[in-house]
């Protein structure tokens, strides 16, 4: 891995620790998974959130604007358990 990308990695990790509160009030939770070469971050989200109806939703407006604001370079964050 380049030093560019376990820094952007490690910048990921910091703001999913920052959202993780807020899902595990729900009852859920969210795991990093991987940084893709095309800057698409990876994640599985567990517990509630792995299973609510509003997921989706939580993860693009929620997890994927706060990583996109921190880290501008990052084109989107995908969830390994909601593809479809």
């Known amino acids: 891995m380049t030093e560019q990308k ?5 910048k990921v990790q910091n703001v999913i620790e ?3 509160p807020f899902l595990q009030q729900d009852g859920g939770d969210i795991t990093f998974i991987e940084l893709t070469d ?3 971050v990876m994640v599985e989200l567990t517990g509630a959130c792995g299973s609510c109806p ?3 939703m939580t993860l693009k407006n929620g997890v994927e604007t706060a990583i ?3 880290i501008p370079e990052i084109k989107s964050v995908e969830a390994v358990n909601l593809r479809r």
């Open 6 to 10: 376990e820094t952007t990695v490690k």
């Open 18 to 20: 920052q959202v993780r």
């Open 38 to 40: 095309d800057n698409v």
């Open 54 to 56: 509003y997921s989706t």
């Open 68 to 70: 996109k604001k921190a």
